[in-house]
């Protein structure tokens, strides 16, 4: 009897000591060793984060029962939740096998885009949703419907009123693209033809969005002095905000040309009193001191742009109102800090890309409020406007409700850069804002305000969108004389679970898909 209790006892040994040594917990990636920015506190960590499937499973520094198929050893590198570029135009890279990949942002640090800003999207969205899905894409997609979309497919391009059921109209297409996904509406009421919308107008369609929990993004009717002022157009955008009682985002604040330079105090007073009423309203920025838009959006009066751009050149060339146009044309260049402010980054007419609007009007032989003209008659044509002062720029990158964001488009280097640049400069070398600072400002709180659940922020129960940059080489390489490289000093960059940049190197997978509410 003595033996056999001796055996039994033994027994049960073996299998407490086998069941203690078998592992807890199983995952399919697993980093150690790295400063971890969990994208929600203020200091950072030293824990170890697992990942099983699409999830972050684990997070924690107790790792000896944890069983790995990979473990990424991140040593002297920082460990940050994706990063999520609230405004871009990257749909225009997605839509094509060849640069769906999405890698300008990809190579930033970039985990999701959202996309249909400026008030212009890919429309109508279930279509582009279907195509993201069946040919893969690059990055997490998060796609806004363009107002400039609702009001061509009920009015065109021209300045004409909606009736009553026209808006009426405009508002059941507004939920149709609210069903099939959107995140929330964009505007571009600087732009034709979002310009010619009445604010009203614009609170009808934003109620609609706040029905469905949606988010209200705006590029302002004027970042500068071109028609109502920068003040105006941010109290535009509060009493969109207030009216429709829905968040309002400024999309890449500034104060653009020297009338407006040292507005930013007035703007930050607006938006904080507010606040303090109750509105949800935030900001994002990109960190540059140039702007980008195309070269009629930049210079061209808004009622001569009514029905199009070959309206347009066909009014410029009219002897009976060119005159106006061409008078109008010169202010707005004023405004612009002049033409020699105005580089060309983008034109089908190698006599003019990377010269200024100076030098090209130069080549041409006439007043550059004229040369634009026969500039636009080439095709597209973009510019860069020199004309933000520095101390607007740091003022607004120092407030909490303002997010990092690009603005990714072709020709300025902010599409390669702007999230390693704001590293780089504004928080290792000049010390605006401090380094949790600005990966709160590019991860969590932009999941936040655009309503992304369960992204953002490293967690488990999240989706695992993880970055791993080195601190000591993370920086842009893009600039104004060759805006296309990629940034460099990302190591990692995972997406839903899976390794799209291996040691610096990306690893061809599309690892991306579309979001949802």
């Given at each position: 009897m003595?033996?056999?209790?001796?055996v039994?006892?033994a027994?049960?040994l073996?299998l407490?000591?086998?069941?203690c040594s078998?592992p807890?917990?199983?995952v399919?990636?697993?980093?150690?060793?790295?400063?971890?920015?969990?994208?929600l506190d203020k200091?950072?960590?030293?824990v170890?984060?697992?990942i099983?499937e699409?999830?972050i499973v684990f997070?924690?520094?107790e790792?000896?029962?944890?069983?790995?198929?990979k473990?990424?050893d991140?040593?002297?590198?920082i460990?940050?939740?994706g990063?999520?570029?609230?405004h871009t135009h990257?749909d225009?890279d997605?839509?094509k096998p060849?640069?769906a990949?999405?890698?300008?942002?990809?190579?930033?640090?970039i985990t999701?885009v959202i996309?249909g800003?400026?008030?212009d999207?890919?429309?109508?969205?279930?279509?582009?949703k279907?195509?993201?899905?069946?040919q893969?894409?690059?990055?997490?997609v998060?796609p806004?419907?363009?107002?400039?979309?609702?009001?061509?497919s009920?009015?065109g391009k021209?300045d004409?009123r909606p009736s009553?059921?026209e808006l009426?109209k405009?508002q059941e297409l507004?939920q149709?693209?609210?069903?099939?996904g959107a995140?929330?509406m964009?505007?571009?009421?600087?732009?034709a033809p979002?310009?010619?919308?009445?604010?009203d107008?614009?609170?009808?369609l934003?109620k609609?969005?706040?029905?469905?929990?949606?988010?209200?993004d705006?590029?302002?009717r004027d970042?500068?002095?071109?028609s109502?002022?920068?003040?105006?157009?941010?109290?535009e955008?509060?009493e969109?905000?207030?009216k429709a009682?829905l968040p309002i985002?400024?999309?890449h604040?500034?104060?653009?040309?020297v009338d407006?330079?040292?507005?930013?105090?007035?703007i930050?007073a607006?938006?904080e009193n507010?606040?303090?009423?109750?509105l949800?309203?935030?900001?994002?920025q990109?960190?540059y001191d140039a702007?980008?838009?195309s070269?009629n959006?930049a210079?061209?009066?808004?009622w001569?742009?009514?029905g199009?751009?070959?309206s347009?050149l066909l009014r410029?060339?009219?002897p009976?109102i060119k005159?106006?146009i061409?008078k109008?044309?010169?202010?707005?260049?004023v405004?612009r800090?002049?033409?020699d402010?105005l580089l060309?980054v983008?034109c089908?007419?190698n006599r003019f890309?990377?010269?200024?609007?100076l030098?090209?009007s130069n080549?041409?032989q006439?007043?550059?409020?004229?040369?634009?003209?026969?500039?636009?008659e080439?095709?597209?044509?973009?510019?860069?406007?020199?004309?933000?002062?520095?101390?607007d720029?740091?003022n607004?990158?120092?407030?909490?409700?303002?997010?990092?964001?690009?603005?990714?488009n072709?020709g300025?280097?902010?599409?390669?850069g702007s999230f390693?640049?704001?590293?780089?400069?504004y928080?290792k070398?000049?010390?605006?804002?401090?380094?949790t600072?600005?990966i709160?400002?590019?991860t969590?709180k932009?999941?936040?305000i655009?309503?992304?659940?369960n992204?953002?922020?490293?967690?488990?129960g999240?989706?695992a969108d993880i970055?791993i940059?080195n601190p000591?080489?993370?920086?842009?390489k893009?600039?104004?004389s060759d805006?296309?490289?990629?940034?460099?000093?990302?190591e990692?960059s995972?997406i839903?679970?899976?390794?799209?940049?291996e040691?610096?190197?990306?690893?061809?997978?599309?690892n991306?898909k579309?979001?949802t509410?």
């Amino acid at each position: 009897m003595l033996l056999r209790s001796k055996v039994l006892y033994a027994y049960v040994l073996l299998l407490t000591v086998v069941s203690c040594s078998e592992p807890q917990l199983k995952v399919d990636l697993l980093i150690v060793n790295g400063t971890v920015y969990n994208g929600l506190d203020k200091e950072p960590t030293l824990v170890s984060i697992g990942i099983s499937e699409d999830k972050i499973v684990f997070v924690g520094d107790e790792i000896n029962n944890i069983f790995a198929k990979k473990k990424i050893d991140v040593s002297g590198m920082i460990v940050s939740p994706g990063f999520i570029d609230p405004h871009t135009h990257a749909d225009r890279d997605l839509n094509k096998p060849e640069t769906a990949h999405n890698l300008p942002f990809l190579m930033q640090g970039i985990t999701t885009v959202i996309v249909g800003n400026d008030g212009d999207s890919f429309y109508p969205l279930s279509k582009y949703k279907k195509l993201y899905t069946e040919q893969g894409v690059g990055t997490n997609v998060v796609p806004l419907l363009g107002h400039h979309e609702i009001i061509e497919s009920v009015v065109g391009k021209s300045d004409k009123r909606p009736s009553p059921e026209e808006l009426q109209k405009m508002q059941e297409l507004v939920q149709k693209e609210m069903d099939a996904g959107a995140f929330g509406m964009s505007t571009g009421l600087y732009y034709a033809p979002g310009s010619y919308t009445k604010t009203d107008e614009v609170v009808e369609l934003a109620k609609i969005v706040a029905k469905n929990d949606g988010v209200y993004d705006t590029h302002l009717r004027d970042e500068g002095s071109s028609s109502i002022g920068l003040v105006n157009a941010v109290k535009e955008a509060i009493e969109i905000g207030r009216k429709a009682n829905l968040p309002i985002h400024l999309s890449h604040i500034k104060c653009l040309g020297v009338d407006v330079w040292h507005k930013s105090d007035s703007i930050v007073a607006l938006v904080e009193n507010a606040l303090s009423e109750g509105l949800q309203i935030t900001a994002n920025q990109y960190p540059y001191d140039a702007s980008a838009t195309s070269l009629n959006a930049a210079v061209s009066p808004r009622w001569a742009e009514s029905g199009g751009k070959d309206s347009l050149l066909l009014r410029a060339k009219n002897p009976k109102i060119k005159k106006k146009i061409f008078k109008e044309t010169k202010e707005n260049i004023v405004r612009r800090g002049g033409p020699d402010k105005l580089l060309i980054v983008k034109c089908d007419d190698n006599r003019f890309l990377g010269k200024t609007l100076l030098e090209a009007s130069n080549i041409l032989q006439m007043p550059p409020e004229e040369a634009v003209y026969p500039i636009l008659e080439t095709g597209y044509v973009r510019v860069a406007s020199f004309n933000m002062n520095p101390y607007d720029i740091e003022n607004f990158m120092k407030q909490d409700w303002v997010v990092t964001g690009s603005d990714g488009n072709t020709g300025h280097p902010r599409k390669y850069g702007s999230f390693p640049r704001k590293y780089y400069k504004y928080v290792k070398q000049d010390s605006v804002i401090g380094l949790t600072s600005f990966i709160n400002g590019s991860t969590a709180k932009t999941a936040k305000i655009f309503k992304i659940p369960n992204r953002g922020a490293i967690k488990e129960g999240f989706y695992a969108d993880i970055i791993i940059f080195n601190p000591d080489t993370f920086r842009d390489k893009a600039d104004y004389s060759d805006a296309f490289q990629y940034a460099e000093g990302l190591e990692y960059s995972i997406i839903n679970g899976k390794i799209s940049v291996e040691k610096g190197e990306f690893t061809k997978k599309l690892n991306g898909k579309v979001l949802t509410k």
